[in-house]
């Protein structure tokens, strides 16, 4: 039996796949057994929520597509908190196909100020992702917000602990 320990999906990102599903009407898991990504077909584009690891990168386009969406189709990117496993990709998809991102105000200081806070302890002070994966958010949310993206609107809550900003 093979075991997997949290920092295998640096080295083989593929041992954490999962195949993607809807769970109801617009709404897609297109995550990995280690971090979940949603995505949301708003009607006038996609919005994805989370983006996963840099290394699962593939991972994610893939699921996108095996549910029947193109990737360019992602026109905003919702990040529930700061912390690299859920912003890892966001920077390769802004730049390929210019999705507009949303991030904690409160977080911001993980994304880049303190980047050694970003990433979970069993990865080990020395890590570094694979690519650059920081980049500046289009819009900063609070909690209160109300965000509408096609014909969905998403409220945003404080549910601190994880991070400041979750």
Not at 54 to 70: E, I, K, P, Y
């Amino acid at each position: 039996m093979l075991t997997v320990s949290a920092n295998d999906i640096m080295r083989s990102p593929w041992l954490w796949e999962v195949a993607p599903f809807r769970i109801a009407d617009n709404l897609y898991y297109v995550g990995n057994k280690d971090v979940s990504s949603h995505l949301v077909d708003t009607g006038e584009g996609l919005l994805l929520l989370d983006t996963g690891y840099t290394q699962a990168t593939h991972m994610l386009l893939d699921s996108v597509r095996a549910m029947g969406f193109a990737p360019a189709d992602i026109k905003w990117i919702l990040h529930s908190h700061g912390h690299l496993d859920h912003f890892g990709c966001t920077r390769i998809l802004v730049e390929k196909y210019g999705c507009k991102t949303y991030f904690p105000a409160v977080d911001l200081p993980l994304l880049n100020e303190r980047a050694d806070l970003n990433w979970h302890e069993e990865f080990g002070q020395n890590y570094e992702p694979p690519y650059d994966t920081f980049f500046v958010p289009d819009e900063l949310v609070e909690p209160g917000s109300v965000l509408t993206f096609g014909n969905t609107k998403v409220e945003v809550f404080d549910a601190g602990g994880h991070t400041p900003g979750t």
